[in-house]
């Protein structure tokens, strides 16, 4: 069996640690303020958002949630953004992604100030991160890296994979592996022989979003595997991307799905928001 990775219990700590530096901020005079936009009625988002507002109110961070309805044209949702950059008491806000598809998000997402892009998805933060400057980082992969590195798992000279090269996850995860000097391979639904591909991998990380797609076979014995895949049967059960029983069997370490990848995003993304009201509150 292989060691779990409890990302629930860990993004529990760092909550823990995170309070101390809100009341810090508070004691300045500071109330550090994020706000959540959503757009449509995703019913997987709404339940990401409703659980990012908990995290918030936990640390006592202010959140402000904006509901916008399905039918928002992309310049309605530009005029909150810009209005939000205006507003000196909010000092970190995010997009809830996927956005409704007359929207185009990349430039939706480019209206936000850069100083106070939680999510790292501004071209400018991005590009920070993969030119190697100090950048905010993208929740979800930066999650994955905390989950490696309070495992102890040594990353510099390791065979690392990612099987998956979305803007939000893949492609941040890739480089930030990268920058920690793993020998990265990027994977997608192009790929040949994906199998043979994983199996190299000391640190897999997967994020797909196709229930159950890693097998244990498709994994070598002893690996670090990262399920960053949420995806929700029929029967309402989410499970990630990798065959929990079978990789199990072989992994050295894995993350659940729930309890994994998940909290550790919104930790981070707690992280992100009192970084942004330390910086320039
Ligand atoms: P996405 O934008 O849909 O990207 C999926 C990626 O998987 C694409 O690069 C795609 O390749 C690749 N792919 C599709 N089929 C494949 C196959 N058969 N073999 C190999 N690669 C394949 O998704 P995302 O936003 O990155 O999210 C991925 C998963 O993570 C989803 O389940 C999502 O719900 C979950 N997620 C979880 C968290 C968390 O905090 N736990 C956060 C964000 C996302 P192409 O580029 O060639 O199409
Ligand atoms: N800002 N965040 C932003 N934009 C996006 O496009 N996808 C995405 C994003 N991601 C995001 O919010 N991911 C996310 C995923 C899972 C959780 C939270 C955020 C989460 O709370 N997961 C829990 C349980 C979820 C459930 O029961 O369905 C977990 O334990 O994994």
Known sequence: MAIRMDGKKIAAEIRGELKGRVEALKARGIEPCLAVILAGDDPASKIYVRNKKRACEEIGIRSLEILLPESVTEQELIEKIRELNEDRSVHAMLVQLPLPRQIDSLKVLDEIA?????????????????????SVLPCTPAGCMELIHRAGVEVSGKTAVVVGRSN??????????????????????????????????????CAVGRAKMVTGEMVKPGACVIDVGMNRLENGKVVGDVDFESVDEVAGYLTPVPGGVGPMTIAMLMQNAILAAEKHG
Do not use: W, Y
């Open 114 to 134: 850069p100083e106070k892009d939680a999510d790292g998805f501004h071209v400018v933060n991005a590009g920070r991160l993969f030119t190697g400057r100090a």
């Open 168 to 205: 939000i996850v893949g492609k941040p995860m890739a480089q930030l592996l990268l920058n920690e000097n793993a020998t990265v391979t990027i994977c997608h639904s192009r790929t040949r022989n994906l199998g043979e591909i994983t199996r190299k991998a000391d640190i897999l990380v």
